[in-house]
């Protein structure tokens, strides 16, 4: 089993920047790749990014790429997403989860999640 505990997320607004942060606990952290997944309302949940287990490697969707950074610490059992330039229509809960196929976008490989963040940037 590995926990998962997202943070970070607030209002703000459009043109801002944020920090999430996703703790992890239980089995080995960092045989794990992660991904940050986020759900706005009336939408169906939607992959945003990945890391695999060591950092290596990221995958981005293409609407946050050159805005949002995935990165991961190990040794603290850590998964950040650093957004830059916000816009409205980032605004969602934002999901961490776990998996061992480094970046899927498919949900049903991902069999650990946290309980979501939200997002709100403000126009």
């Known amino acids: 089993q590995v926990q998962l505990v997202e943070s970070g997320g607030r209002l703000v607004q459009a043109g801002g920047s944020l920090r999430l942060s996703c703790a992890a606990s239980?089995?080995?952290?960092?045989?794990?790749?992660m991904g940050w997944f986020r759900q706005a309302p009336g939408k169906e949940r939607e992959f945003v990014v990945g890391i695999s287990w060591n950092g290596g490697s990221t995958y981005y969707e293409d609407s946050v790429a050159g805005r949002f950074t995935i990165s991961r610490d190990n040794a603290k059992n850590m998964v950040y997403l650093q957004m830059n330039s916000l816009k409205p229509e980032d605004t969602a809960l934002y999901y961490c989860?776990?998996?061992?196929?480094?970046?899927?976008?498919?949900?049903?490989?991902?069999?650990?999640w946290g309980q979501g963040t939200q997002v709100t940037v403000s126009s």
């Open positions: 239980g089995r080995a952290f960092s045989s794990f790749a």
């Open positions: 989860a776990a998996t061992t196929r480094p970046g899927s976008q498919q949900q049903s490989h991902y069999p650990y």
